[in-house]
């Protein structure tokens, strides 16, 4: 059977993740996997809609750089983290390349010397994929009056 969630408490993790997030320039996305959660299940946890298990709590901690009072909200640490603007990363992954990544990181070292051999060869045979071309700024013209 389930416990009731703590509704104060969730919110004060959820409020200290998302600060320590941002802090570290790092999507939901970005923590979720390193955490080993789904980004819908951390997303909720950051709205502080439902509290993590003890084990999920340390990986947490470990992820965001905190210690667990301070996302608990308790002791000293409580009050250590305001928000800070963060800068957006410069570049993230696609969600399918997170998702294979993921799966990768689950397989065998065998299995995953034999996916490498497939994608090297897949990517030998594709023909190459033109550069993105750079976004130029646009100038004003000086208003004259």
Request: aromatic share 0%; proline share 7%.
């Amino acid at each position: 059977m389930r416990e009731p969630v703590d509704h104060k408490l969730a919110a004060i993790l959820g409020g200290a993740a998302r600060v320590a997030r941002l802090r570290l320039g790092l999507t939901q996305s970005d923590v979720a996997e390193r955490v080993g959660m789904a980004m819908e299940v951390y997303s909720r946890l950051e709205r502080g809609r439902m509290l993590p298990r003890t084990q999920t709590l340390k990986r947490l901690c470990d992820v965001l750089q905190v210690s667990s009072d301070t996302l608990l909200g308790v002791g000293r640490g409580g009050a250590s983290l305001t928000p800070v603007v963060s800068r957006k990363p410069e570049r993230e992954d696609p969600l399918e390349l997170r998702r294979m990544t993921r799966k990768l990181r689950e397989l065998e070292p065998s299995q995953l010397r034999a996916v490498s051999r497939v994608v090297n060869a897949v990517v030998a045979v594709m023909p190459p994929v033109a550069p993105a071309k750079p976004v130029r700024a646009v100038r004003r013209r000086k208003a004259t009056g």
